[in-house]
């Protein structure tokens, strides 16, 4: 990741602007990065949590992805990214542990969904050390 992402990415904990990342809120992007590799813009949900919330994880979810949805499609990343404009566009959900039998109907719907509007989802398990955050890499 590019140092600029990474300093768009984290904000100021504290500041007025700075929002708590994660499934749970699903008023911000958890991470916007490029994957230099594939050459992607990749929007990052971050879910901290093991898979144990059932039906109310899920229903989270679906409202963080509904926005990630909104944002790409409506138009919002070309906005607040012009430079990513051209480029293919990634959702990715890292997690800290593979997703259950409850939770892979819903991630295999997300990613019909991405393919049906040009846009490519992924799971990503990242085991995260404590005090880590699954949106960050290494």
């Known amino acids: 990741m590019s140092e600029e992402a990474r300093d768009e990415a984290k904000g100021e904990a504290g500041s007025e602007s ?30 901290a949590r093991r898979w144990a919330g059932g039906r109310r994880q899920l229903e989270e979810h679906e409202e963080k992805l509904n926005a ?44 019909r969904f991405c393919a049906e509007n040009g846009l490519r989802f992924t799971v990503k398990v990242t085991p995260v050390p404590l005090g880590a955050a699954p949106w960050e890499d290494g």
């Open 18 to 47: 700075y929002e708590r990342r994660g499934v749970e809120n699903p008023r911000i992007v958890d991470l916007v990065t490029v994957d230099d590799e594939r050459g992607e813009v990749v929007l990052v949900v971050a879910e």
């Open 68 to 111: 990630y949805f909104g944002y790409v499609l409506d138009g919002h990343l070309a906005k607040h990214y012009p430079r990513y404009v051209d480029m293919p566009v990634r959702i990715e959900l890292r997690c800290i542990e593979e997703p259950g039998e409850l939770e892979r109907p819903f991630l295999a719907a997300a990613a």
